[in-house]
């Protein structure tokens, strides 16, 4: 079975920081691993995937994620923070087995401040 | 770009009865899946649909839901008398045939169950 850990149900950063959004993974087979991002309103969009072809991974928008199988995490990140950015985020993970559905972590809001 | 739509935005319906929610994924697209989110609960898979048939379900996937792919276009949900415990934000979703079938995402339907 797999599971998706997201640590912090909120994250406040300002404009210009980094953000950091954590998310470990539990899988019992090699994992392809993604970050959604869901703006006010509107549905699920793909920032980034992870499926074994490389360990850093770059997305849209300037984020970036890092996979690291000993510390089981997929953590993302973007180095300058910009007001466009406020969105709640989602870890997924699935494997290459059956119909590759998406088991997702209970999501962090960004909230960008001033 | 090619996107998957999702019809009504958001539709209220009296406990009991029932509710057809309606899909039109990406046209070459393979895999259809539906995913639910209640509110403040994590996004969580109900089914997944291949070659006109369900390939996998989740617990949630009981009798009291369907899905159907009608025409070459079309992927609906139908829920039989809906409970209050159905309301939710439904996505649905659609990926192509590769080894790493990413998945594009609607925006949802919100379904309130009064």
């Known amino acids: 079975a797999q599971s998706v850990t997201q640590l912090g149900s909120h994250v406040s950063v300002s404009e210009g920081a980094l953000v950091l959004l954590r998310c470990n993974y539990s899988?019992?087979?090699?994992?392809?691993l993604f970050w959604y991002v869901q703006y006010p309103n509107q549905g699920l969009q793909l920032l980034l995937k992870?499926?074994?072809?490389?360990?850093l991974v770059k997305g849209i928008n300037g984020f970036e994620a890092e996979f690291k199988k000993s510390e089981t995490s997929f953590h993302l990140t973007k180095p300058s923070a910009h007001m466009s950015d406020a969105a709640e985020y989602f870890c997924?993970?699935?494997?290459?087995?059956?119909?590759?559905?998406?088991?997702f972590g209970q999501g962090t809001r960004l909230t960008i401040n001033p | 770009e090619p996107e998957v739509t999702q019809t009504p935005s958001h539709q209220v319906t009296q406990m009991g009865q029932e509710v057809i929610l309606r899909c039109v994924p990406i046209?070459?697209?393979?895999?259809f899946y539906w995913y639910r989110q209640i509110l403040g609960q994590k996004v969580e898979f109900l089914v997944s649909?291949?070659?006109?048939?369900?390939?996998?379900k989740s617990e949630i996937f009981d009798d009291q839901f369907s899905v159907e792919r009608p025409d070459g276009s079309n992927f609906t949900l139908k829920i039989r008398s809906t409970k209050l415990e159905d309301s939710a934000m439904y996505f649905c979703?659609?990926?192509?045939?590769?080894?790493?079938?990413?998945?594009?995402f609607g925006q949802g339907t919100r379904l309130t169950v009064v």
């Open positions: 979703a659609s990926s192509g045939d590769g080894q790493i079938r990413e998945a594009f």
């Open positions: 899988s019992s087979v090699p994992p392809y």
């Open positions: 992870y499926t074994s072809a490389a360990t």
């Open positions: 997924a993970v699935s494997t290459s087995q059956g119909a590759q559905k998406l088991v």
């Open positions: 046209s070459n697209h393979l895999y």
């Open positions: 649909f291949y070659n006109n048939e369900i390939s996998e």
